[in-house]
């Protein structure tokens, strides 16, 4: 495992899908997603110039946290939050991608007016449809924006999807394409206090198709860390 080469190579990749759409490359954010791994890999990944680093559980962000200079590494959690664990976190997550509900929103606008912070946030889409997924419809997606952003300590900074395993490279594009022109539908309703211009998409096996198709965050796991082993959790 050589955490150094797979994020050289996976800068490279980054480069080469931007520039096949003309994208400058510096509109795109690469983010270390960290769950299950130890504090000394991602320790070399700052040291590759890492600053990004997500995790899907609040818990794992609570421990890690400690570990690394406040100003030196952001983190952004990508999971399902439950609305109990918000207070966990609310001191140390630069961004929450996956806020889907009104109710949850409210918790985060609560927890971080208790300690006088705006918390940035991205709404989680549902844009496949999927049962299984997590995320509001994309026809209540406007909706629940202008909800949110009434709230004060809450700030929407864009929108987040996931995409369908075994998906196809064309499918996750038709996909993340999906995303990109609601936030441009949302985005040109011009409503107070909710920015569009984020769009946390893409992971190890679709961070192309994503780039191609406008993401400005991307999610990456396994192609910097190696596969995940949850045999001893
Ligand atoms: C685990 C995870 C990723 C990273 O997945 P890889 O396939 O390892 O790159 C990205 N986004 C979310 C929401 C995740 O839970």
Request: with cysteine; aromatic share 6%; charged share 30%.
């Amino acid at each position: 495992m050589c955490v150094e080469k797979n994020i050289k190579s996976m800068q490279e990749k980054i480069v080469k899908a931007a520039e096949s759409v003309s994208r400058d490359v510096s509109e795109i954010k690469l983010i270390a997603v960290s769950k299950t791994k130890p504090i000394e890999l991602i320790a070399e990944a700052v040291n590759c110039g890492i600053r990004e680093f997500g995790e899907n559980k609040p818990q794992e962000i609570a421990a890690k946290y400690p570990y690394f200079e406040k100003d030196n590494v952001k983190w952004h959690l990508i999971g399902n939050l439950q609305k109990n664990k918000v207070k966990h976190i609310i001191d140390k997550v630069w961004l929450i991608h996956s806020v889907d509900s009104l109710g949850l929103a409210e918790e985060i606008n609560k927890r971080a007016a208790a300690i006088g912070k705006i918390q940035n946030i991205l709404i989680q889409v549902n844009i496949s449809g999927e049962e299984t997924k997590s995320g509001v419809a994309p026809e209540n997606a406007e909706e629940l924006c202008r909800q949110i952003s009434e709230l004060k300590n809450v700030r929407i900074k864009g929108f987040m999807t996931i995409s369908v395993k075994d998906y196809t490279y064309d499918q996750n594009k038709a996909l993340f394409e999906g995303l990109r022109d609601l936030a441009n539908k949302i985005g040109s309703l011009n409503i107070e206090g909710v920015e569009t211009e984020e769009l946390s998409m893409g992971m190890t096996h679709d961070f192309d198709a994503a780039i191609v198709a406008g993401a400005t965050m991307i999610r990456v796991g396994t192609a910097i860390f190696g596969a995940r082993d949850y045999s001893n959790r």
